[in-house]
């Protein structure tokens, strides 16, 4: 079994979820297949499909929420890679032991029906990285 099957999406960070689902619509020739709230985490959420992978534009729901907290920071942009795995539990024990900062000891239930975690982006060479396992 493969550790990490394939860029599941890629996670942009933007102000405004209808201004960016707008120029995104243009850009890929299709609107999103998607839009959700993820109230725990303080973000809207949509998803394009793009082939076999997807993005994913988040906006916040909250001046304290992490992604309004990102664009303070660093601007929108994109914010993490998520990659496709087929066991989460074992996937975060291995990156573990092979010395990554796990930052969801136990994986969370994400948007589009995922269960996912994340590494932080210190030892990833300043990626933040998401690893998503879907429920089935
Ligand atoms: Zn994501």
Do not use: W
Not at 2 to 26: F, M, P, R, S
Not at 74 to 81: D, L, M
Not at 99 to 112: M, Q, V, Y
Request: charged fraction near 30%.
């Amino acid at each position: 079994m493969k550790h990490i099957n394939k860029i599941e999406h890629l996670g942009i960070a933007v102000k405004d979820i209808d201004q960016a689902n707008t120029i995104y619509e243009k850009l890929l020739g299709v609107p999103p297949y998607k839009q959700e709230t993820v109230e725990s985490e303080a973000v809207i959420t949509s998803f394009f499909q793009v082939g076999e992978n997807k993005i994913e534009l988040l906006a916040s729901t909250s001046p304290e929420g992490t992604i309004a907290k990102f664009i303070e920071k660093r601007g929108e942009g994109i914010h993490h890679v998520a990659f496709d795995v087929d066991d989460i539990e074992k996937e975060l024990a291995r990156l573990k032991n092979e010395g990554f900062t796990i930052l969801n000891e136990k994986p969370k239930l994400g948007a589009d029906n995922k269960r996912v975690a994340f590494i932080h982006p210190k030892g990833t060479n300043g990626v933040l990285v998401e690893l998503c396992e879907e429920i089935k």
